[in-house]
């Protein structure tokens, strides 16, 4: 059974960084497309950042480009979100997800087959 989970989710105020991370078990990441999608209260689920099967392609959101680093770990299974500057229109629960979309779809959230529960972000001071 494929499980993907969520982490590192918490308060940070303006300006702050903060990293989540997402493991998989009962799949191996390097098979899929991994994207960090994001859900904002009151507003729909929106597509963040992506990277490719082999880790070599990136493709963020204008609002995050520059700010957040999607990375992976092969050794741990698992993808992590580095986010930098941090706003409070970043507020918003974050969810990890894999599929296998053409790079043109990678912001599609039906194009994604697995998804974790998400984690909270909030950004306040």
């Known amino acids: 059974q494929v499980q993907l989970s969520e982490s590192g989710g918490g308060l940070v105020p303006p300006g702050g960084s903060l990293t989540l991370s997402c493991a998989a078990s009962?799949?191996?990441?390097?098979?899929?497309?991994k994207a960090w999608f994001r859900q904002a209260p009151g507003k729909q689920r929106e597509f963040a950042a992506g990277?490719?099967?082999?880790?070599?392609?990136?493709q963020y959101a204008t609002s995050v480009k520059g700010r957040f680093t999607i990375s992976r770990d092969l050794s741990k299974n698992t993808v992590s979100l580095r986010m930098n500057n941090l706003a409070p229109e970043d507020t918003a629960v974050y969810y990890c997800?894999?599929?296998?979309?053409?790079?043109?779809?990678?912001?599609?959230?039906?194009?994604?087959?697995?998804w974790g529960p998400g984690t909270q972000v909030t950004v306040s001071s």
């Open positions: 997800a894999t599929g296998r979309p053409v790079y043109s779809a990678w912001d599609r959230e039906s194009m994604y087959y697995h």
């Open positions: 990277l490719s099967q082999n880790g070599g392609t990136s």
């Open positions: 009962g799949l191996t990441f390097s098979s899929y497309v």
